[in-house]
């Protein structure tokens, strides 16, 4: 069974930075594309990032680019989401998924953690 669990998030002002991590269980998480979604009150789901599993290549939504940067240690079974110069519109419930940015509605995901950006 797939299990995924986000952890990090937190309250921080704009311009501050947080570091989600989501460790992962039941599949072999070396080989598997994984991404980072987000939802925020009253919108839809929306990617973030995605990373292949040779960490070679990453993905941003051209919202993050520049601020936030993903990463993983497969040796770990982790997942990590560098969160720099955060903004209001970052606040949102942030979860890790199994799967792309062409699928990622679909993928399972963890019970997520909330970001809140405010002053």
């Known amino acids: 069974e797939v299990q995924l669990v986000e952890s990090g998030g937190g309250l921080v002002q704009p311009g501050g930075s947080l570091r989600l991590s989501c460790a992962a269980s039941?599949?072999?998480?070396?080989?598997?594309?994984m991404s980072w979604v987000r939802q925020a009150p009253g919108k839809d789901l929306e990617w973030v990032s995605q990373?292949?599993?040779?960490?070679?290549?990453?993905h941003y939504a051209d919202s993050v680019k520049g601020r936030f940067t993903i990463s993983r240690d497969n040796a770990k079974n982790t997942l990590y989401l560098q969160l720099n110069s955060l903004r209001t519109e970052d606040t949102a419930m942030y979860y890790c998924?199994?799967?792309?940015?062409?699928?990622?509605?679909?993928?399972?995901r963890g019970q997520g953690t909330q970001v809140t950006v405010s002053s």
């Open positions: 990373i292949d599993p040779s960490s070679e290549n990453t």
């Open positions: 998924t199994k799967s792309s940015r062409l699928n990622y509605q679909y993928g399972p």
């Open positions: 039941g599949f072999i998480f070396s080989i598997y594309v």
